[in-house]
């Protein structure tokens, strides 16, 4: 079985400023990464995904996050947050072989002021 | 392409009702995963359906129960609601390739029981 760790419930940033979300992972097979965003009353928007390759996993808004194999991390980064990112992310993680069944993290509140 | 939607939106029903949610996959899309948001669980998947069969089941109880018709448009039910099935659920659809696809979320639908 595998779980996913959001380590902030809440993140509050100024804008323009940087902010760096937490997500580690557990799992005793190779698993896909996915970062996702809720804004209020909507479902959820995919931001990056990792299945293989590259580290560095670049995605849409100007996120982007890293998969760390050794630290079972994929942390997501933002260099510059604009008011429109205050929403809550959600991290999750499925096996290859049940893509259709994602599991989250517990979320992350991210808060910008300008 | 148009997205996911889900019928309705909002629900009001009492204690012991049942309850049916619709879902309307992408176009093209075979797979259609549904979840459950509350805030206390967090998100929390339900089942996933492909091709008109059940391939992946959460730990729900029996009272929910899905099914997927031939043109990939997926319900689900609840029967003898409580109190704690008030959630945002939210449905999910995608082709059979992660690598080549992702999931895409509806709005979801609200479901208070009273």
């Known amino acids: 079985a595998q779980s996913v760790t959001q380590l902030d419930s809440q993140v509050p940033v100024f804008e323009e400023a940087p902010v760096e979300l937490r997500c580690n992972y557990s799992?005793?097979?190779?698993?896909?990464l996915f970062w996702y965003v809720q804004y209020p009353n909507q479902g959820l928007q995919l931001l990056l995904k990792?299945?293989?390759?590259?580290?560095l996993v670049k995605g849409i808004n100007g996120f982007e996050a890293e998969f760390n194999k050794s630290q079972t991390s994929f942390h997501l980064r933002k260099p510059s947050v604009h008011i429109s990112d205050t929403a809550e992310y959600f991290c999750a993680v499925t096996r290859p072989d049940s893509w259709g069944k994602l599991q989250f993290g517990a979320g992350t509140q991210v808060v910008v002021t300008p | 392409k148009a997205g996911v939607t889900q019928t309705p939106r909002y629900l009001i029903k009492t204690r012991g009702q049942q309850v049916t949610l619709s879902c309307s996959p992408i176009s093209g899309h075979r797979s259609v995963s549904w979840y459950q948001q509350t805030p206390g669980q967090g998100l929390q998947f339900l089942f996933e359906y492909f091709s008109e069969t059940q391939r992946n089941k959460g730990n729900f109880p029996g009272r929910f129960s899905g099914r997927q018709f031939s043109n990939s448009r997926s319900e689900m039910n609840v029967s003898t609601l409580e109190l704690g099935d008030s959630a945002l659920y939210l449905c999910a659809s995608s082709s059979w390739d992660a690598f080549t696809d992702t999931q895409y979320f509806g709005p979801g639908t609200r479901l208070t029981v009273l």
């Open positions: 799992s005793s097979v190779s698993v896909y």
């Open positions: 990792y299945l293989s390759g590259s580290t």
